[in-house]
């Protein structure tokens, strides 16, 4: 199977970026820009073998260059929040820019998912597959070192969007890097139906700017308990001080499992199509988000995206964690190459 590209248009300071078409031996395919690396379409098979577009995005560039709440982006260099946006590494503090109230939120203000990878498509024996690469300066967007980052998208004849995420660095840095793509299985209408199961028995509850307490909190008893699968909208108008801090899910779930391993991160069913989304990542912790910041003002690909119309599954390590020593490590060194493997596989059900 191939990859084929075409033009996607120029970013404002003359880049040329391409759409590439991964489609794999089932006829699946996914549409991705070396533009943030954005998975801007994804037609995966119903119960019926029917193909629909699962992710929410846009059909041009100019859209994703005015106002995209990272649909469907590569997310570097720290996926989620640092508090006030400082940190301190081997004694000296660094400043990035607070892009999300008091906070830092998913890189900075040009992100990863704003700046354009070099390309370069493979065929392998798993499937088509898109090569990215982007070399983030020293001091971008605040963080210290050189940053090296491959990333490679497969898109599997089992109907896998792997992605798979490599990086070096010539300082000490902090690096969380994530895929944002936002599902809706159904392909319309809102994600309240969707059925999740989170393999976790503890989430990181936040404060009222989303910044997690430090606290390992059991789910069991609360609106967070996803071990059971359980239907998105059944408990997210609660009277729950988590969720109205949230304005539904946007939390960091820490899942069951040894770290660094490829496990099971979610599973999602979409009752009325069939379709399933298994999420697999080596990452210890899971943000699902619940699109509760979508409010049908932006339309894409001939739809209005309305209040929880997507959902996000972002693999990652757990936000803020260069400022809770207690948290599992976000340090990259020299001599040291990070890696990161996300799978989206897709299926369908009776
Ligand atoms: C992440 C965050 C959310 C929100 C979205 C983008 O998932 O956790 O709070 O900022 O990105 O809108």
């Known amino acids: 199977m ?32 070396n533009y943030g690396g954005i998975v801007t379409s994804l037609r995966v098979p119903d119960r019926n073998g029917y193909l629909g577009d699962v992710v929410l995005g846009y059909g041009n560039l100019a859209d994703y260059l005015k106002e995209s709440p990272y649909f469907g982006a590569l997310i570097g260099r720290y996926g989620n929040r640092i508090a006030k946006g400082k940190f301190t590494l081997d004694g000296k503090e660094y400043t990035l820019a607070t892009n999300n109230y008091p906070n830092a939120l998913h890189g900075g203000i040009k992100g990863f998912d704003k ?12 499937g088509p597959s898109l090569r990215l690469n982007y070399v983030s300066k020293d001091g971008e967007e605040g963080y210290p070192g050189t940053l090296s980052v491959t990333v490679v998208y497969t898109f599997t004849d089992d109907n896998e969007l792997k992605v798979e995420y490599t990086a070096t660095s010539d300082k000490d840095t902090v690096i969380n890097l994530t895929q944002h793509s936002y599902f809706n299985l159904a392909g319309k209408g809102k994600i309240l139906n969707h059925v999740v199961m989170i393999p976790a028995d503890r989430f990181t509850p936040v404060d009222s700017t989303l910044i997690p307490t430090g606290e390992l909190r059991p789910v069991a008893g609360t609106p967070f308990d996803f071990r059971t699968p359980t239907a998105i909208g059944a408990r997210i108008d609660q009277n729950d001080e988590q969720l109205k801090f949230g304005k539904g899910y946007d939390h960091n779930w820490v899942i069951n499992k040894t770290m660094g391993q490829l496990t099971l991160m979610a599973r999602v069913t ?38 929880r119309c997507g959902f996000c599954m972002e693999p990652q390590h757990y936000p803020d964690s260069p400022n809770k020593p207690e948290f599992p490590s976000v340090v990259l060194k020299p001599g040291q190459t990070y890696h990161n493997t996300i799978i989206f596989k897709f299926s369908a059900g009776s």
Do not use: C, M
Request: overall charge negative.
């Open 115 to 126: 700046v354009v990878w070099d390309p370069t498509a493979v065929t392998g024996p798993e």
């Open 2 to 33: 191939q990859v084929s590209h075409r033009s996607f248009g120029q970013t404002p300071d003359g880049k040329e970026v391409s759409l590439f078409t991964l489609r794999n031996a089932k006829g699946a395919e996914a549409l991705i820009s």
């Open 270 to 307: 979409e009752p009325t199509s069939g379709r399933v989304l298994e999420v697999l990542s080596t990452e210890p912790g899971l943000q699902f988000y619940s699109g509760n910041f979508l409010d049908g003002t932006l339309k894409g690909k001939g739809r209005v995206y309305e209040f």
